[in-house]
């Protein structure tokens, strides 16, 4: 089985299986390099285009330290993101215990905002537009003029 990265092709010995188990190990949107990362990480063995013998960890090390920098990149994610990364945890997929939680406070921080910061954001999104302001003024001009003409008819 062959595999693209960037410019570079390996070739997966794919015994027992293995591909698989790592396609569902690094989740099913992840890229070809995180597959690669989590067959590297069950020992798969892992060849290059010249045929030779790729190190065995050489691309888990790397993957392990972008998984390791992701409690740090939580706050960049959108909310889908962020329950996408909890879900894959529950699913047993490879999510440290840690990231869950952090992924979860996250989200928790955002769906706290404080009634003084909802009512600012809900002021900035309902801001009325100018015309909105210009026809209510009018109506109300025309509201008055009645008024002093039916006063006037009724004491004049």
């Given at each position: ?58 691309f888990w090390g790397a993957e392990k330290a972008r998984i390791a ?80 003409v039916g006063l006037y008819s009724l004491f004049g």
């Amino acid at each position: 089985m062959k595999i693209k990265i960037g410019e570079r092709e390996y070739t997966l010995n794919n015994n027992s299986g293995k591909y698989d188990l790592a396609k569902s190990d690094a989740g099913e949107n992840a890229a070809p390099e995180q597959i690669l990362a989590h067959y590297d990480k069950l020992a798969g063995l892992i060849k290059d285009e010249n045929g030779n013998k790729v190190e065995n960890g050489k691309f888990w090390g790397a993957e392990k330290a972008r998984i390791a920098d992701e409690p740090r990149q939580l706050k960049y994610k959108t909310d889908d993101e962020l329950k996408e990364i909890m879900r894959n945890s529950i699913d047993n997929q490879y999510v440290p215990s840690s990231i869950y939680h952090k992924a979860k406070q996250e989200l928790e921080f955002r769906n706290s905002k404080k009634p003084d910061d909802l009512l600012a954001s809900q002021n900035q999104t309902t801001k009325p537009k100018w015309w909105e302001k210009t026809w209510v003024q009018i109506i109300m001009l025309l509201g008055a003029v009645a008024g002093i003409v039916g006063l006037y008819s009724l004491f004049g």
